[in-house]
């Protein structure tokens, strides 16, 4: 019975360590000179309004993820330029979607366990984790035809409770892992 209830911490604990991860995808136009780019500037509207009041009216959000892309392009050489005509603009989105995953335990499992697991998989077998899935989705564009030339796109869960300095981590932590593909190397 020890041993059962070794795995099954394991892998809840796995499950949890899986949900820390951030999931990272980006695309670009393979027509697109990007060694030429040395300035940037952030469309007029930087994010759009996403009905969802978490998101929408967050300043403190919004401050953290300007202050992430600006210090990253920033690392990789680019200039931000205040005025004037930028090599390319920058606009994000923000989504925070509500998410269920449901672990069901085989009857020999569950019927091992002790009942202080009955407080997390009840009497059928079952555990419900709930949690806030965030995206973020960085564009980048031709400020002239504002035609898309490269998107970058992460995944992760979100903490509502973390402290701001865990906040202001997490959002440097996938802004970084965003940028981290931009600008494309040709291969």
């Given at each position: 019975?020890?041993?059962?209830?070794?795995?099954?911490?394991?892998?809840?604990?796995?499950?949890?360590?899986?949900?820390?991860?951030?999931?990272?995808?980006?695309?670009?136009?393979?027509?697109?000179?990007?060694?030429?780019?040395?300035?940037?500037?952030?469309?007029?509207?930087?994010?759009?309004?996403?009905?969802?009041?978490?998101?929408?009216?967050?300043?403190?959000?919004?401050?953290?993820?300007?202050?992430?892309?600006?210090?990253?392009?920033?690392?990789?050489?680019?200039?931000?330029?205040?005025?004037?005509?930028?090599?390319?603009?920058?606009?994000?989105?923000?989504?925070?979607?509500?998410?269920?995953?449901?672990?069901?335990?085989?009857?020999?499992?569950?019927?091992?366990?002790?009942?202080?697991?009955?407080?997390?998989f009840g009497d059928g077998g079952v555990a419900t984790f709930h949690y806030t899935e965030?995206?973020?989705?960085?564009?980048?564009?031709?400020?002239?035809?504002?035609?898309?030339?490269?998107?970058?796109?992460?995944?992760?869960?979100?903490?509502?409770?973390?402290s701001p300095e865990k906040k202001t981590s997490t959002v440097n932590n996938v802004v970084?892992?965003?940028?981290?593909?931009?600008?494309?190397?040709?291969?």
């Open positions: 019975m020890k041993g059962i209830k070794s795995i099954l911490i394991l892998l809840l604990v796995a499950l949890m360590a899986g949900c820390a991860t951030v999931s990272v995808y980006n695309d670009f136009d393979p027509r697109t000179d990007f060694s030429i780019l040395k300035t940037y500037g952030w469309w007029p509207e930087s994010s759009e309004k996403m009905g969802d009041e978490r998101i929408d009216n967050n300043p403190t959000l919004h401050a953290r993820i300007h202050a992430a892309i600006d210090t990253k392009l920033t690392l990789k050489g680019f200039q931000k330029m205040a005025t004037g005509a930028p090599d390319f603009s920058v606009r994000y989105y923000v989504i925070a979607e509500d998410k269920k995953d449901i672990l069901r335990l085989q009857p020999s499992i569950h019927d091992s366990l002790d009942s202080k697991w009955s407080d997390y965030g995206t973020l989705i960085v564009n980048i564009a031709d400020p002239q035809t504002q035609k898309l030339i490269w998107r970058g796109i992460a995944r992760v869960v979100v903490d509502p409770n973390a970084a892992k965003i940028l981290a593909a931009f600008p494309p190397q040709k291969k």
